[in-house]
């Protein structure tokens, strides 16, 4: 899945994506009703490219639970609401993730990561891996092709020299020291 630039703000429902960026923070839309706002500096953002879930080896990046969820329901929202109870949750997300940890994965982070596919799925920003990769890969041989018919052509591109610069030392052009001739006067005035 290509999460790149959705963010979840603490505080917060929902997901957002990000616009802009401004010196006071972030400027966010949320993804689902299309509202923008400013988010400070100091608020908690958690970007969803970062987010893993505990399994029994290591932890699982949320995309590739995402893309489970998506194989799972044949690119459909998911069939279990995200406001389920706790059993019915952890059983949903043992057929998405079988080796999941158990103690560490609450069913507030099951939840959380249902409400965020289906957020994803609604907002069409669903786009799963296979593409991508398979894109990668004709890419590739493009690339490829490229630089045989450039290497049959007898012209290939040598990359430019570069310059280094050396940083020289600055002077002080007023002389050595400070600002001579200034006294502080002592006493009130």
């Known amino acids: ?17 990000v616009i802009a960026r401004s010196k006071a923070g972030l400027i966010v839309e949320n993804i689902s009703d299309k509202k923008r ?11 969803l490219e970062d ?9 699982e990046r949320i995309a590739n639970i995402f893309d489970s969820i998506f194989a799972i329901e044949k690119g459909g929202a998911t069939s279990v609401d ?14 998405v993730l079988p080796n999941y940890d158990t103690e560490r994965v609450y069913a507030s982070n099951i939840k959380k990561v249902i409400e965020w596919y289906n957020l994803l799925h609604a907002a069409s920003l669903l786009i799963p891996s296979e593409e991508k990769i398979v894109d990668l890969e004709v890419s590739e041989v493009e690339e490829t092709t490229k630089t045989k018919k450039a290497k049959a052509d007898g012209t290939t591109k040598t990359p430019k020299a570069t310059v280094t ?25």
């Open 51 to 59: 987010i893993g879930i505990f399994t029994s080896e290591d932890d």
């Open 82 to 95: 995200h406001k389920s109870d706790g059993a019915t949750l952890a059983t949903y997300f043992k057929k």
């Open 165 to 189: 610069k050396t940083a020289t030392p600055r002077v002080n052009s007023k002389g050595s020291g400070g600002a001579k001739g200034t006294t502080r006067k002592s006493g009130v005035a």
């Open 37 to 47: 706002t400013a988010i400070q500096a100091s608020e908690k953002v958690s970007t």
């Open 1 to 17: 899945m290509q999460l790149t630039g959705i963010i979840s703000v603490a505080g917060q429902s929902g997901l957002h994506k």
